[in-house]
């Protein structure tokens, strides 16, 4: 069966770096482009970072530019988002979400997610 | 403030018919642009309930239905259930801004 299990959150300073993991299993993940999605406390959803099914593509939020990159392994299964210069409006639990839409058409809708990591960013 | 809007919450006794709106503009919904559902438990992963507007993927029961008109979209439950008492979002695509956008979410109480 399709998973995706998050991995990597905790409890940091801000100004300083984590890198969160995905790890999927079940599917064929080179067929899928990937999103990381957040969560702040007692907020919704918003998406934080893009990338296409063979890390050509990548694109992020306004909100992350210039401070996390998205990458994948596809050896390893495993997707990931590098954190850094962390702030403490960073703090959410962050989700992994499969892609089986055409971002590129805007039709990016999500059918399998992680149950989340939580990043707590401490000033 | 989230690009859609929908309504904080929404509450229902067992057996009722609850709708759940979610409002955008001519840059996403009303472009055109599909809208998708989702549930959300605390602790749990989200979980698609609603895709491309209209349709259940396999296992979500036909209590759960969508539709969208203009620059809005609704999921409709029916035949309200305790385990259904959770957050729901409503997903789409913003040419304007070039990006996936959410709604705010709405916590369904079932009464």
């Known amino acids: 069966q399709v998973q995706l299990v998050e991995s990597g959150g905790g409890v940091v300073q801000s100004g300083r770096s984590l890198r969160l993991s995905c790890a999927a299993s079940?599917?064929?993940?080179?067929?899928?482009?990937f999103f990381w999605v957040r969560q702040a406390p007692g907020k919704g959803l918003e998406w934080v970072a893009l990338?296409?099914?063979?890390?050509?593509?990548?694109y992020y939020a306004d909100s992350v530019k210039g401070r996390f990159t998205i990458s994948r392994d596809n050896s390893k299964n495993t997707l990931y988002l590098q954190m850094n210069t962390l702030r403490a409006e960073d703090t959410a639990v962050y989700y992994c979400?499969?892609?089986?839409?055409?971002?590129?058409?805007?039709?990016?809708?999500?059918?399998?997610w992680g149950r989340g990591t939580l990043v707590t960013v401490s000033s | 403030q989230s690009v859609l809007t929908q309504p904080p919450s929404v509450s229902g006794a067992p057996g009722q018919r609850v709708t759940i709106s979610c409002t955008g503009s001519?840059?996403?919904?009303?472009?055109?642009?599909?809208v998708h559902w989702y549930q959300h438990l605390p602790g749990t992963a989200p979980k698609l309930l609603i895709y491309?507007?209209?349709n259940r993927p396999s296992g979500v029961p036909d209590r759960f239905s969508g539709s969208k008109s203009g620059t809005s979209a609704s999921l409709a439950i029916t035949g309200l259930q305790a385990e259904d008492e959770a957050d729901y979002y409503c997903?789409?695509?913003?040419?304007?801004?070039?990006?996936?956008?959410f709604g705010g979410g709405t916590k369904l109480t079932v009464l």
């Open positions: 979400a499969r892609d089986i839409g055409d971002f590129s058409r805007g039709g990016s809708k999500f059918d399998y």
């Open positions: 079940g599917f064929t993940f080179t067929s899928h482009g």
């Open positions: 990338i296409w099914y063979d890390g050509s593509k990548k």
């Open positions: 001519s840059s996403n919904i009303g472009a055109g642009y599909d």
């Open positions: 491309d507007n209209r």
């Open positions: 997903q789409s695509y913003d040419s304007s801004l070039n990006i996936v956008i």
